[in-house]
């Protein structure tokens, strides 16, 4: 599976302004650089949107991962977003989202995308990674952390599954 490209150079926004999910989730799709390989990007919002209107995607810990499927895409992409405001999302636990993902997959890489979102959730789990992306002073340095965290649980994964 290719996703060792996640969380490259362009994913990251270092603050995301609005107060609202769904503006959150627009701004995000609109302001990460990533998601400029997108031939629609309003479809892609909607997609995203009607999809965290069925049920919320805040796991809690002040993490979202919303999502939603785009036809034509050669992979998956991620792009993340924090608020130090932080953003009312019906999470689980009640708490504000700070750490806003976006996942966009294609149809046919659902196996990419399972592993995508089980490695990102198995790390933002994790609440030293969370303080230390939230410490960032800016987009660059978020997404070294979190694509080291990404890349390291990836590995580790791999080693499991040959071990």
């Known amino acids: 599976m290719d996703i060792d490209h996640c969380f490259q150079r362009g994913s990251g926004v270092a603050e995301l302004a609005s107060s609202d999910k769904f503006a959150a989730i627009r701004e995000l799709i609109r302001g990460a650089p990533v998601f400029r390989q997108i031939a629609d990007l309003e479809s892609f919002e909607e997609a995203v ?54 996942i966009a997959s294609p149809p046919h890489l659902s196996l990419d995308y399972l592993q995508v979102l089980s490695t990102l959730v198995r790390c933002v789990r994790e609440r030293n990674l969370r303080e230390s992306i939230l410490a960032c002073p800016g987009a660059k340095e978020m ?5 080291e965290a990404f ?13």
Do not use: W, Y
């Open 151 to 163: 890349s390291s649980d990836l590995n580790r994964q791999a080693c499991q599954a040959t071990g």
């Open 49 to 102: 949107i009607a999809r965290e209107k069925l049920q919320s995607t805040g796991f809690g810990h002040g993490v979202a991962v919303a999502h939603g499927r785009m036809p034509g895409l050669a992979r998956v992409l991620i792009g993340f977003g924090l608020s130090r405001a932080g953003i009312p999302f019906e999470s689980v636990d009640g708490k504000p989202v700070h750490l806003l993902f976006i």
């Open 143 to 147: 997404e070294t952390r979190i694509r």
